[in-house]
């Protein structure tokens, strides 16, 4: 008997009990959905990150202050002092100082609202200098960026990012109108081109949501509160990735001596490289993954359970055809091999019905959560192998008990 | 009884079965049960035997070793000149495949399967081409006058027609030997002796048939009528025959 036969005489099998086949495929089915979506979540949620933190610019490092331990040994919480100056800034720029630093941007943010016209938004307003724009590697689309000429005078003018422009002028262009911000007029000068990685739904880590004005007048007239001085974070740009290290010991070095400490654990500031955000994130996302792979593997292998269970069923009850089928000729391989393929059936099928759910899952679920989730061929393709062979892993033993039966004992049982 | 006997002479030509004192011993535990208890047997080609005996007497043992569905304790067994007293389970599967139409009480057929499906069934196993072997099929159901139920499942045949199904399908291969195990005991009488017609039209085809019953009046229809009673052949005893009637 060739293996056309076995196939058809299988799938023959598994058709004949429709619902049990049915129950049995679900077990399989929910384990590749719930592997994929799994995958999904981790992939997305780790790309989202990794677009997010490029999207910062490249060979950058952020300053934040913070993270001094007091001399009780308890360590502060990030941004929770505001440690850094404008003084830091300036010294940071100094190429003789900083030879590996080619570009420094101080900035101070706060979450504010737009208003233009009738039209309202809530983002994040960054004061900061010209080096902004080669700090973060972003353009302009339209107009210009802010200039030394508005640092210094402390011009009430703002360059939006397009996602603001857009929620804000919604019709004509945005450059040459006015915004108000805690009541301060700007002028809109120019519009940032789209980062292109914006992925992300929620305002705050959207890189295109975001208006930006001059440091001076951010301190001076829209931020309350701190000390004039004060920015809440500097980010600093190497000439290159090589001089990635240098820039970063050059940062520690001179604000350690800025700000009279001696011991570097004292540090009352936290300088963070997009590679050591990448990789927090990372491990966090593939803990995540493992977390939720490891859940839907565990439902895997109780599907594969219900495989086999089955299949033991399904010979017990089918002891009169296995007898019938030996008497007619079937030899103990064939038989193997029929219920062999009866079990790599409801995993295929169950695999197949799996990847189906989890990518409908995988286009539906971001809608209801908010993260993105991605779709991963090589999941799906890995989903079904997995299935396949979990049908045939879980299919051997009831296969091998329906060979070795003896035909008179099949055919005789009532 | 476990000693070897010499097999005897080399089967004749045209011998379908020859059973040199077969004995079949069951062992269960400690205690072991001869079933048979050398039993020597010839049947030439184109022979309507009837072994009749009652419940206990050994009967489906010897069912089974002539099926080949069971091999003997001791003894030697030739089917149509092949020697298959030592044949592994795979080779016994081909032998059963190529040389033996079953006809079984309870018809065994296969439910999910229609009529022309179930016949084909050893041709499956036997490699026939797919065309080949629902041509064949068809004839066969035509044989048996089910040419217009050819579509049905068993559930929608009655039992008389089952039967003829089954008979259909021991016939297709066009086997060495047809085995006939309580062909009629499902049966109610008219259906019964629909078979039991069927048979005999087989006999006068040339097919070699044994049927195996304890019906006195079913063993009457065959030529040739061989008695077995605790575990030994009792051929032309006809007090034998008397007392189990």
């Known amino acids: 008997m060739n293996w056309l036969e076995t196939f058809r005489t299988g799938v023959n099998g598994v058709r004949s009990h429709r619902l049990r086949s049915f129950l049995t495929v679900l077990g399989i089915l929910i384990g590749i959905a719930g592997v994929i979506i799994a995958v999904g979540l981790g992939e997305g949620a780790s790309g989202q990150v990794t677009s997010e933190i490029n999207a910062l610019g490249s060979n950058v490092l952020t300053i934040t202050p913070g993270a001094s331990t007091s001399s009780t040994g308890v360590r502060g919480a990030l941004g929770s002092a505001s440690t850094l100056t404008t003084a830091d800034v300036s010294a940071l720029a100094s190429p003789v100082d900083a030879p590996d630093i080619k570009a420094v941007a101080g900035i101070t943010s706060d979450s504010e609202v737009l208003t233009a016209g009738s039209e309202t938004a809530t983002t994040t307003v960054q004061g900061t200098t010209p080096s902004w724009l080669t700090v973060r590697g972003r353009t302009v689309a339209e107009g210009r960026f802010l200039d030394n000429q508005d640092v210094k005078d402390h011009d009430a003018v703002v360059v939006l990012g397009e996602t603001t422009a857009s929620e804000l002028f919604t019709r004509g262009d945005p450059v040459g109108q006015t915004v108000d911000v805690n009541g301060v007029p700007l002028t809109v000068v120019g519009v940032l081109t789209s980062s292109g990685s914006s992925t992300s739904t929620s305002s705050t880590t959207d890189p295109d949501d975001t208006a930006i004005i001059p440091i001076t007048t951010g301190q001076e007239r829209i931020f309350g509160g701190t000390s004039r001085n004060s920015v809440s974070s500097i980010a600093i740009q190497a000439r290159s990735s090589a001089d990635l290290t240098g820039a970063y010991q050059e940062a520690d070095h001179l604000l350690l001596q800025l700000h009279g400490i001696t011991d570097s654990a004292d540090a009352d500031f936290t300088i963070t490289s997009q590679a050591s955000l990448i990789a927090a994130n990372t491990s966090v996302d593939h803990t995540l993954t493992i977390l939720l792979g490891g859940i839907a593997a565990i439902s895997l292998i109780v599907g594969g359970i219900g495989v086999m269970n089955i299949m033991l069923v399904s010979v017990t009850e089918r002891v009169r055809e296995i007898g019938l089928r030996k008497a007619l000729g079937a030899t103990p391989r064939v038989i193997r091999r029929q219920f062999l393929v009866e079990a790599s059936v409801l995993g295929l ?32 393709v890995g989903a079904l192998v997995i299935a396949l062979a979990i049908g045939v892993l879980f299919g ?7 060979a070795t039966l003896a035909p008179i004992d099949a055919l005789r049982s009532e | ?91 016994l599967a081909e032998v059963r495949n190529r040389r033996i139409g079953f006809v079984f009480q309870q018809f065994n057929l296969l439910p999910s399967m229609t009529a022309w499906q179930n016949v084909e069934l050893p041709m499956v196993y036997a490699g026939v081409p797919r065309a080949e072997r629902k041509e064949r099929a068809m004839q066969a159901l035509g044989r048996v006058g089910l040419a217009g139920r050819v579509g049905h499942r068993p559930g929608e045949l009655s039992g008389g027609q089952q039967q003829r199904v089954a008979v259909a399908r021991a016939l297709v291969t066009e086997p060495d030997l047809i085995l006939a195990d309580e062909p009629t005991g499902n049966l109610d009488s008219k259906s019964a002796a629909d078979v039991l017609r069927l048979m005999a039209e087989l006999h006068e085809s040339g097919r070699t048939l044994v049927l195996i019953t304890h019906d006195t009046d079913v063993a009457s229809a065959a030529g040739r009528v061989v008695g077995i009673r605790d575990g030994l052949l009792t051929e032309n005893d006809r007090r034998y025959l008397e007392s189990i009637r």
Do not use: N
């Open chain 1, 396 to 402: 051997v033993y009831p296969a091998s008990r329906a």
């Open chain 1, 349 to 380: 099928v169950g695999g197949l019905l799996g990847v189906v759910a989890g990518l409908l899952g995988v286009l539906w679920l971001p809608g209801l959560i908010g993260d993105p989730i991605s779709t991963s061929p090589t999941a799906a």
């Open chain 2, 1 to 91: 009884m476990t000693l070897t006997p010499p097999l005897g002479t080399p089967p004749v030509r045209d011998t379908v079965i020859q059973l040199e004192r077969v004995t079949k011993v069951y062992r269960t535990g400690t205690l072991s049960v001869a079933a048979l208890r050398g039993v020597s047997l010839s049947i030439t080609e184109g022979e309507y035997v009837a072994i009749i005996g009652p419940s206990g007497s050994g009967k489906s043992t010897l069912m089974h070793i002539l099926g080949c569905l069971d091999v003997p304790s001791s003894g030697g067994y030739h089917l149509a000149g092949e020697d298959v007293s030592h044949m592994s389970e795979t080779a």
